[in-house]
């Protein structure tokens, strides 16, 4: 009897509830869902991008000399580069991915977490590490010494044996290095999850009927890992267009005006700019990235072949041979290096970090205490938190409810791929496109913590609501129609089934919003209340004073870093639950 199966399990059960039905609440019943989310794109983005398009065609002469400025080609060209950097991230990304799909849990795990810490920090924080590496001197910088003793003396006397690493390439690949060290973690999470769905069934079909060594990538890979690809882009080309803070504090004064974006070239030439180009560069600024979105989205909805758990099982559980875990570690070891460079920084002398970097010198506590000594830093942390927390609050409880009205709300088809298009476009949309009419209307209300708060939410909901509704779209139908309990509302069913993505949503807008330096900076907002821009105004002093800044940048990271590495597990399925939808 006991090898019997149990009598429910050949036995055939009747459900005494009555069937489910589904019933369509009505053309207009998805609208109310969203309408508290569109209200406040609307009232914030878009009205403020409307009057950046009238103020530019009220003096369409400002396009014409936008042209013959002898800076803007410049500019947008090295924007060009920084497209280029995107498809880097994504491609390593994906290779790193591979790597990670034959390692062991444990290497998978230390791989993941070196790869995902870059992404939370501030890009500011990555411009200052990626400095004090690249630094030109040699006595002070590794890779200057490094080049010094690869090349001799020779090679720098041209600037007195100190100008190894001060070209114009040299710096680019300071720039590319720390945009891919700080975005590649993105694209090898959604790719990662990609290569775990793509089903072995397909797999083998394609070698019977296409045999050849580019079938199993022409006919499955390519198009399963595409939504993967599509979400990757989005998230990386939002940080490429909004690149401002790296340029900014990586690169020497003397050196910008060869690496300037059209964010900073906007920055600095607003005061100088003829009446009209300010807003012509703001409206480039917004269509350059929107067509580069509407291109990913195309991508993203065109038909592909249907994923399933098969994949998954193709992770194994263990380490298979030496490489599954040396290579994991070898790139785990590189990719924590930024840190261990600014650690090291941070725990020298001021005037060691200064005369002789970061191997030779005291250690102690020097840094910090100077960091701290004015009370500037922790007297931003509280408002810097506060602000982080009210938009966290206000994206989800927007966002959620315009994710479900898309997905399950019985909103007709082509209405909600509108509304997602719309949102892949206004998620890139840089803020200098709408600073200027954004500035005018909240000179009144500097200070106020829910203005800069509201700005920071409308910036980040058009994302939000993308990567929720891809979670929310995945629910199973029989989830949504069938009640779990008596009175349990459809709305809740769906939320409580992608907690996950929800909770990612919340510390994608709080980290967000606690790194943010570009807002503030081009809303002019008080410096006391916002730690980026305490450690900003501290950067400009960068030859004397690294190793303070080396201290505000650690202990400004601490709590980003902190927060992701208590909900990682959970942030990783958030991010990817319903990519390919």
């Given at each position: 009897?006991?090898?019997?199966?149990?009598?429910?399990?050949?036995?055939?059960?009747?459900?005494?509830?009555?069937?489910?039905?589904?019933?369509?609440?009505?053309?207009?019943?998805?609208?109310?869902?969203?309408?508290?989310?569109?209200?406040?794109?609307?009232?914030?983005?878009?009205?403020?991008?409307?009057?950046?398009?009238?103020?530019?065609?009220?003096?369409?002469?400002?396009?014409?000399?936008?042209?013959?400025?002898?800076?803007?080609?410049?500019?947008?060209?090295?924007?060009?580069?920084?497209?280029?950097?995107?498809?880097?991230?994504?491609?390593?990304?994906?290779?790193l991915a591979y790597v990670a799909r034959s390692a062991g849990a444990r290497s998978r795990r230390v791989l993941t977490v070196a790869l995902v810490i870059p992404a939370v920090i501030s890009p500011l924080t990555a411009g200052i590490a990626f400095r004090i590496i690249f630094d030109h001197r040699p006595e002070r910088g590794?890779?200057?010494?490094?080049?010094?003793?690869?090349?001799?003396?020779?090679?720098?006397?041209?600037?007195?044996?100190?100008?190894?690493?001060?070209?114009?390439?040299?710096?680019?690949?300071?720039?590319?290095?720390?945009?891919?060290?700080?975005?590649?973690?993105?694209?090898?999470?959604?790719?990662?999850?990609?290569?775990?769905?793509?089903?072995?069934?397909?797999?083998?079909?394609?070698?019977?009927?296409?045999?050849g060594p580019w079938s199993k990538l022409r006919l499955v890979l390519i198009p399963t890992l595409l939504p993967s690809a599509a979400v990757a882009g989005l998230i990386v080309l939002l940080a490429a267009t909004r690149t401002f803070e790296i340029v900014l504090v990586a690169v020497p004064g003397s050196l910008q005006d060869q690496v300037d974006v059209l964010g900073l070239f906007w920055w600095r030439q607003s005061d100088v700019f003829v009446q009209?180009?300010?807003?012509?560069?703001?409206?480039?600024?917004?269509?350059?990235?929107?067509?580069?979105?509407?291109?990913?989205?195309?991508?993203?909805?065109?038909?592909?072949?249907?994923?399933?758990?098969s994949g998954a099982a193709r992770l194994p559980s263990r380490a298979t041979g030496r490489w599954t875990w040396v290579l994991p570690g070898l790139v785990a070891a590189v990719w924590l290096t930024p840190i261990a460079a600014l650690l090291l920084a941070s725990f020298h002398a001021p005037v060691d970090v200064a005369r002789s970097g970061l191997l030779n010198g005291d250690y102690g506590l020097e840094s910090y205490q100077e960091a701290l000594s004015d009370g500037s830093l922790l007297a931003a942390m509280v408002p810097t938190a506060t602000r982080a927390?009210?938009?966290?609050?206000?994206?989800?409880l927007t966002a959620v409810p315009a994710a479900y009205g898309l997905t399950h709300a019985g909103m007709r088809r082509r209405t909600a791929g509108a509304f997602v298009a719309f949102a892949a476009v206004f998620a890139t949309i840089p803020p200098q496109a709408i600073a200027v009419p954004l500035g005018r209307t909240t000179a009144g209300l500097a200070g106020g913590p829910v203005t800069l708060s509201l700005i920071h939410a409308a910036l980040v909901l058009p994302l939000a609501?993308?990567?929720?509704?891809?979670?929310?779209?995945?629910?199973?139908?029989?989830?949504?129609?069938?009640?779990?309990?008596?009175?349990?509302?459809?709305?809740?069913?769906?939320?409580?089934?992608?907690?996950?993505?929800?909770?990612?949503?919340?510390?994608?807008?709080?980290?967000?919003?606690?790194?943010?330096?570009?807002?503030?900076?081009?809303?002019?907002?008080?410096?006391?209340?916002?730690?980026?821009?305490?450690?900003?105004?501290?950067?400009?002093?960068?030859a004397t004073s690294a190793g303070p800044l080396a201290a505000e940048s650690v202990l400004a990271g601490v709590v980003p870093v902190a927060l992701v590495l208590a909900n990682g597990r959970l942030l990783a399925e958030g991010l990817t639950t319903g990519v390919d939808r």
């Open positions: 009897m006991s090898g019997d199966p149990p009598m429910f399990a050949v036995t055939p059960r009747t459900d005494p509830r009555p069937p489910v039905t589904w019933r369509s609440r009505g053309r207009w019943a998805g609208w109310g869902y969203v309408l508290p989310a569109l209200v406040v794109v609307t009232v914030i983005i878009i009205a403020s991008l409307v009057m950046t398009v009238a103020a530019s065609l009220r003096a369409p002469s400002g396009y014409r000399a936008l042209v013959l400025d002898p800076q803007f080609g410049p500019a947008l060209r090295n924007n060009l580069a920084w497209v280029g950097f995107t498809v880097v991230t994504c491609v390593l990304g994906l290779g590794p890779v200057a010494a490094v080049v010094r003793a690869a090349l001799g003396p020779a090679a720098g006397a041209g600037d007195g044996s100190q100008g190894y690493l001060l070209g114009a390439g040299w710096i680019w690949v300071l720039l590319g290095a720390a945009f891919v060290w700080q975005w590649t973690g993105v694209a090898f999470l959604a790719f990662h999850d990609g290569l775990r769905r793509v089903r072995e069934d397909l797999v083998r079909i394609a070698r019977i009927f296409a045999p009209g180009e300010r807003e012509a560069l703001g409206v480039l600024l917004f269509l350059i990235p929107a067509a580069a979105a509407l291109t990913l989205l195309w991508r993203l909805r065109k038909e592909l072949p249907s994923s399933g758990p927390v009210l938009v966290a609050v206000l994206v989800v609501v993308l990567l929720l509704r891809g979670a929310f779209a995945s629910v199973p139908r029989s989830v949504v129609d069938r009640p779990l309990a008596q009175g349990e509302s459809a709305f809740r069913r769906v939320v409580e089934a992608r907690l996950p993505a929800v909770l990612t949503v919340a510390v994608l807008a709080a980290v967000s919003t606690w790194n943010d330096l570009v807002v503030s900076l081009l809303l002019s907002w008080p410096s006391a209340d916002q730690v980026p821009l305490v450690v900003w105004q501290q950067s400009r002093y960068f």
